[in-house]
């Protein structure tokens, strides 16, 4: 089992590659893309950054979570379709990370 956060962001980046998912950086911070450079999932702050469309059940699923939170890169203005899953939840990142990978970009 991962330890540390990056070390679980590591394992999913193992895991997603088969759907692939490539490593880079978004905003300064490691994140996974799809395919076609989109990122899906990051890792900011020991805090698992997923994008999910703001109007599918699991975005409301994930926001539910105890800690979790839209991720807001600057202050005041919030992206609504990424969530942050604190470390906490890490059971479920991988659950969410798939479900990051599969939405559809608009």
Do not use: N, Y
Request: aromatic content about 6%.
């Amino acid at each position: 089992m991962a330890d540390t956060a990056q070390e679980l962001f590591d394992a999913l980046a193992d895991e997603l590659a088969p759907l692939g998912a490539k490593k880079s950086k978004m905003f300064g911070m490691p994140c996974l893309k799809d395919p076609d450079g989109k990122a899906f999932v990051g890792l900011h702050q020991d805090e698992l950054v997923v994008r999910l469309a703001r109007d599918s059940a699991e975005h409301a699923e994930a926001l539910a979570l105890d800690g979790a939170h839209l991720f807001e890169p600057m202050a005041g203005r919030p992206m609504k379709d990424w969530i942050c899953l604190p470390e906490a939840e890490r059971e479920r990142w991988s659950e969410f990370a798939v479900a990051a990978r599969a939405t559809p970009r608009s």
